[in-house]
Nanobody, 117 residues
Framework: QVQLAESGGGSVQTGGSLRLSCTVS????????MAWFRQAPGKERELVGA??????NYADSVKGRFTISRENVKNMVDLQMDDLKPEDTAVYYC????????????WGQGTQVTVSS
């Protein structure tokens, strides 16, 4: 059974940084497609960034500020968020998919990120 658990959320001022971590159990992160999503109040959930084999793809709104990295030894995926803006305020979710599937079938419980101006 695949389980994901996020950590590292919190409150920060505009321009600050946070690092979110997603700990995966039950599968190896190196064999899965991993992604971070977020959902702000009153808005639909959106893809922040995703990583499969190598490299990452990011939403235009976070490109150049956010970086996804995979720590295979720890079986974790991190989201480094720099130059945070109030519009980045949301609940952030870690998600995983089997590499032969497009759907992200596995989700964490979410962690709150709040950016104040």
């Amino acid at each position: 059974q695949v389980q994901l658990a996020e950590s590292g959320g919190g409150s920060v001022q505009t321009g600050g940084s946070l690092r979110l971590s997603c700990t995966v159990s039950g599968r190896t992160v190196g064999n899965m497609g991993m992604a971070w999503f977020r959902q702000a109040p009153g808005k639909e959930r959106e893809l922040v960034g995703a990583i499969a084999w190598i490299g990452g793809n990011y939403a235009d709104s976070v490109k150049g500020r956010f970086t996804i990295s995979r720590e295979n030894v720890k079986n974790m995926v991190d989201l480094q968020m720099d130059d945070l803006k109030p519009e980045d305020t949301a609940v952030y979710y870690c998600a995983a998919r089997d590499l032969d599937r497009d759907e992200f079938a596995y989700w964490g419980q979410g962690t709150q990120v709040t950016v104040s101006s």
